[in-house]
């Protein structure tokens, strides 16, 4: 019986039995994910049949595996399964691969069917370009199955970040009578006059450019008090020696324990007492005390990672511990003081909950305080998308241009920590 078992269990692990699970996976959610863009791009109600697309997706991945593996990196084996994809996907449809005939937008249809079937061919290549028709060893079996796993979580978070992006984008380049015509149809005509008629009403009727210099000098002034508290503090617990050390090294983060909720109303008192409300200096004290503990405790591990001799060699040169850390340990940290740096602006720049509460004067809302002012049913939606769109781009495009401190910051302060 145990023989039979293990036979039967060394028979499932086979290059094919993976081909099935990717083919069946991958063409289902290619077919809803681009059936659904293809909704929004044209404004046409698809009816994506995702369960045929799996089965055409199915028999793509066999005629793939099935492909002698010297043959697949000259691309063969790709137009096997892209040619199998078509056929069988135009059999089982009916010749509507979408749901729709192809006499209705037949551009966008064919533009669709042709990133479905790239997509999808090419990601099966990706997982099994190297994946024998018969069985193979487990560990080869299991790096199979984790090429699929990594495949399905790319698609699946890339989907769920870029397509609410891409719908806030589009309405915040309609009008009024347009999202009322339809408001499914998320398309764009460039030649359109008028196109960036929202973003011009924010900045000109409801002061949109203060809310984003009022964000800027917060996030600002906020990373600057953060670090300049911060740097010395992680220094010390990394590299000094005095009593209370390790348990204050383990605690740095308890206050993140404490939801922000429960301390926001507290504050509320406290600072109607002392007239800190409604004003940038209330936010400037409550800001870096939120991010303070996290900053320390990412610096901390950096700086317990870099070599301590150049730091003493330093002070038998005459410097003092302030000189060893503004000219040894701060050039050497670059890295990790960006990431921090950037961590911190992003939680300012993006907090809400404090700012709702304390700010009550337009004069000096943020951008989260500011775009929730638009949340009325006075004021038409694409009004609400600009203001996020425009919440949304800068903090993006400063991540992008700064990942890659980061990045290196972060995995250096994990290492050496």
């Known amino acids: 019986m145990a023989a039979i078992t293990q036979t039967s269990g060394a028979g499932l692990r086979s290059g094919l039995s993976v081909a099935v699970l990717a083919g069946l996976v991958f063409a289902f959610v290619y077919m809803i994910v681009i059936g659904v863009a293809l909704a929004l791009v044209s404004g046409l109600p698809t009816r994506p049949p995702a369960g045929l ?34 056929v069988v996907l135009g059999l089982l449809s009916l010749g509507a691969p979408f749901g729709l005939s192809l006499g209705r937008s037949p551009f966008w249809q064919i533009v669709a069917l042709t990133l479905f079937v790239g997509a999808t061919v090419q990601t099966l290549w990706l997982c099994l370009h190297d994946a024998p028709w018969g069985q193979v060893r487990r560990y080869d079996f299991e790096r199979l199955l984790i090429r699929v796993a990594r495949g399905f979580g790319y698609i699946f978070f890339t989907v769920f970040v870029v397509l609410p992006f891409y719908v806030m984008v589009m309405t915040s380049f309609k009008s ?32 949109f450019g203060t809310y984003m210099l009022n964000s800027a000098i917060v996030s600002v002034a906020t990373v600057i008090i953060t670090l300049a508290i911060a740097v010395p503090g992680a220094y010390a617990v990394a590299r000094l020696r005095f009593r209370g050390r390790a348990f204050f090294a383990r605690s740095i983060l308890l206050i993140y324990m404490v939801p922000a909720i429960v301390l926001v109303l507290p504050l509320y008192a406290v600072f109607s007492q002392l007239g800190l409300r409604n004003s940038i200096t209330g936010l400037l004290i409550v800001y870096p005390a939120m991010t303070i503990p996290v900053a320390l405790y990412m610096l901390q591990g950096y700086f317990r990672g870099l070599p301590a001799e150049m730091e003493e060699a330093g002070l038998m040169d005459g410097l003092t511990r302030a000189g060893v850390i503004g000219k040894i340990t701060l050039p050497l940290s670059l890295p990790a003081l960006a990431s921090v740096g950037l961590y911190v602006f992003m939680i300012a720049w993006n907090e809400f909950l404090f700012a709702f509460m304390f700010l009550d004067d337009p004069g000096i809302f943020t951008l989260p305080r500011g775009v929730a002012s638009l949340n009325s049913s006075e004021l038409p939606r694409e009004l609400m998308m600009a203001g996020a769109v425009i919440a949304t781009v800068p903090i993006m495009a400063i991540f992008l241009w700064l990942e890659r401190f980061m990045v290196q910051g972060l995995a250096a302060g994990a290492v050496k920590g």
Request: proline letters at 3%; glycine letters at 6%.
């Open 53 to 86: 697309a799996a089965l055409a997706g199915l028999a793509a991945a066999v005629a793939m595996v099935a492909t002698p593996l010297a043959r697949r990196g000259t691309g063969r084996s790709r137009a096997l399964a892209a040619i199998v994809l078509v």
């Open 176 to 207: 009024q009578a347009e999202l009322l015509a339809n408001p499914l149809d998320f398309s764009i005509d460039l030649t359109k006059a008028g196109l960036l008629s929202s973003y011009t009403e924010l900045f000109t009727n409801f002061r």
